[in-house]
């Protein structure tokens, strides 16, 4: 949620922190604030501003009127406390002796602001982390450790404060007596170090890798209840019992420029875009041809053997927000091919009800962040169970990646528009080829079968790059749209899971109210909101249902909706019924979700556009929901 970056090296903090952090405000940016020491000065500055990064910019001259060679930034999505200067971070103890920047929530906070007033600690601002940083204060400066080297004093302050605090927490930390030190430290929230070279020298911190992509490639990811120290020279990474520890650099294969808006106004339209890309290297790599032409999904980098396939009693989709709307589509998807009965979990419900878990189920945690807290808790909650886990997560190294059993990247690159589009899509590929492979194992689809649905599987990117040639009848019809107040989606089977996407891109970035109902269930409550021009989109992409769907539309229709509907070319006696309509190429039925989705991000991007609002930064909303 938020972004925190650092920097030790040659060159100046401030401008670096500043641009690393624009590369994060993504992920939440109700404020934001700078800490940088000046070797020669006594003190480490700390500037804070309310709202976006270009406040800060501006009074700081972008970073130039800040001297100095290390330093910590943040941008804050506010928990505890709103957002303002004083509640930005960074945090510090008096004199600026400890300075903390925390992406996290301490959830006992409260208990240590009390246990640390009756020590005579005053706080200043109304969030948790400030109480971190005083915590840790109140370790470092106690009596009994004056004896011991600088770094052993902030390791063991460190340590004591990571005990004590409950929660998650990725933290930057300057300890005003220490100058040219970076420490930092991780539970449950994303963190890497980099390792920087030539005339960047030095290491840096950072909560994602876009915030050191343009400074490196190599990093380093901390884990849980790691502490790391960071100077000009040198990276020291130490476990919770202040023992050092040996950690490999990565190399980031993802280049600056992927991060780039590349010629597009929004991030989200270069990445709606990106979509034939991504959906082709997820899923060509994985699609093997033999010489006698015959094609196989190769899912060997799972390690699920085709006996581990034939044994799975059951698979558990879970995830959150769009993540989860892919588990939905992917249901009708998997049942339909393999017959293995699916359940779809909200990751934010899953370990709230003591979930049944049989040993033969197989959990598929879909993620694009892979840091998603409430996802990353049910894969926590599965593996203690004993339940195999397959992660389908976007950013490589991420905490769910490198904590479930196996991983099935999804090659989207970096997506940094909240309102997901590329990956989405990507994860619908990725479980198409998880159930076309259960399903061609167990021996519920014939080779013929198999063969046709990989076809089509291999159509799918050119059939997307059809329907973004022709967006702009789209850009007319959400002119129209751009005032509406509520907005409803209905469908059957596969078209409720797309139409539930299509609502939540919609209200994510239009702020128009929408929901998305199984088109049956309206006549049970829902239709008593339909009147005289609220609009309704009616998708039907499947032809058993395609009738009883257009029937739900003539019912809304003789309340006085006005129609969109969303359906393949050849279903042309829709137009007998809706104001509007929208063809996507025929593919096979299980597969329509990756067609007709891309016209309903599409009409999201283009009533937020025309209602002028910041499509790529929503508002109240963040990237990676890394709090649960
Ligand atoms: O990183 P994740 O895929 O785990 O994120 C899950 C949701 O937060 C995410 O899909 C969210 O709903 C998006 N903003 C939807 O566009």
């Not at 925190?4 to 994060?24: D, F, H, N, T």
């Not at 500037?47 to 009127?65: E, H, I, W």
């Not at 053997?305 to 992917?330: F, K, N, P, Q």
């Not at 609220?534 to 992409?541: F, L, R, Y």
Request: charged share 25%; net charge negative.
């Amino acid at each position: 949620m938020c972004g925190i970056v650092g920097y030790v090296g040659v060159r100046q903090a401030a401008p670096i922190l500043l641009e690393g952090l624009s590369k994060l405000e993504y992920r939440g940016y109700d404020s934001a604030g700078i800490a940088v020491r000046d070797e020669n000065s006594e003190h480490v500055e700390v500037v804070k501003a309310k709202g976006r990064l270009r406040n800060l910019m501006q009074m700081t001259d972008s970073g130039n009127a800040v001297r100095g060679c290390c330093g910590i930034g943040h941008t804050r999505w506010a928990t505890h406390g709103e957002p303002s200067a004083v509640n930005a971070h960074p945090h510090y103890s008096k004199e600026k002796r400890v300075v903390v920047v925390h992406n996290g929530i301490i959830e006992n906070y409260q208990d240590i602001k009390d246990m640390l007033r009756r020590k005579g600690y005053v706080f200043s601002t109304q969030t948790d982390t400030e109480a971190a940083a005083l915590l840790l204060d109140s370790y470092y400066t106690e009596p009994g450790r004056s004896s011991l080297s600088p770094r052993e004093r902030a390791l063991g302050a460190i340590r004591d404060m990571m005990i004590r605090v409950r929660g998650s927490y990725a933290l930057g930390i300057l300890f005003g007596d220490q100058p040219g030190v970076i420490y930092a430290a991780r539970k449950d929230s994303p963190l890497i170090l980099g390792c920087c070279e030539g005339e960047m020298e030095g290491h840096m911190i950072a909560s994602d890798v876009p915030a050191v992509l343009q400074y490196t490639r190599k990093v380093v990811y901390i884990d849980n209840l790691e502490i790391a120290c960071l100077t000009r020279e040198e990276m020291h990474v130490y476990n919770i019992d202040c023992e050092e520890i040996e950690k490999p650099v990565a190399e980031i294969r993802w280049d600056a420029a992927a991060a780039e808006k590349d010629g597009y106004e929004h991030f989200m339209m270069k990445e709606i875009h990106e979509q034939p890309r991504a959906v082709r290297d997820t899923l060509s790599p994985r699609i093997k041809e033999a010489e006698d032409g015959t094609r196989s999904i190769d899912l060997s980098e799972t390690s699920l053997t085709d006996d581990d396939l034939r044994a799975v009693s059951r698979i558990l989709l879970i995830g959150c927000g769009s993540a989860y709307h892919v588990g939905m589509a992917e249901r009708y998807v998997i049942e339909k091919l393999s017959r293995v009965p699916c359940e779809v979990e909200l990751a934010s419900e899953f370990r709230y009800r003591d979930p049944i878990l049989a040993q033969n189920c197989l959990a598929v945690i879909v993620s694009q962040s892979g840091e998603t807290a409430d996802s990353l808790a049910a894969l926590r909650l599965c593996k203690e169970r004993g339940v195999r886990t397959l992660a389908v997560v976007n950013v490589v190294g991420s905490s769910i990646a490198r904590e479930a059993d196996a991983v099935m990247y999804t090659w989207a690159g970096p997506e940094i528009s909240v309102a997901t589009t590329k990956a989405y899509s990507t994860q619908l590929a990725a479980l198409y080829l998880l159930a076309v492979k259960l399903a061609a194992v167990r021996g519920s689809i014939d080779a013929a079968r198999e063969q046709a649905l990989i076809g089509e599987l291999l159509a799918l990117p050119e059939k997307i790059e059809r329907i973004l040639g022709d967006k702009e009848r789209l850009q007319w019809f959400a002119n129209k749209m751009a005032a509406s107040k509520d907005v409803f989606f209905i469908g059957r089977g596969l078209d409720y899971a797309i139409s539930l996407e299509g609502s939540l891109k919609l209200k994510e970035i239009s702020y128009i109210h929408s929901e998305a109902y199984a088109a049956g269930e309206l006549k049970h409550g829902t239709i008593s909101l339909v009147e005289e021009g609220v609009m309704v989109v009616g998708v039907a992409t499947q032809p058993e249902l395609f009738e009883k769907v257009v029937s739900n539309l003539v019912e809304v229709r003789s309340r006085g909706a006005y129609l969109f509907g969303l359906t393949t070319y050849g279903q042309y006696a829709i137009e007998d019924t809706v104001n509007f309509t929208v063809y996507v190429p025929r593919t096979d039925p299980l597969f329509a979700t990756s067609l007709a989705v891309v016209p309903l991000q599409l009409l999201a991007y283009y009533i937020s556009c025309a209602k002028g609002l910041d499509v790529d930064k929503p508002r109240n909303l963040a990237k990676s929901v890394t709090v649960e």
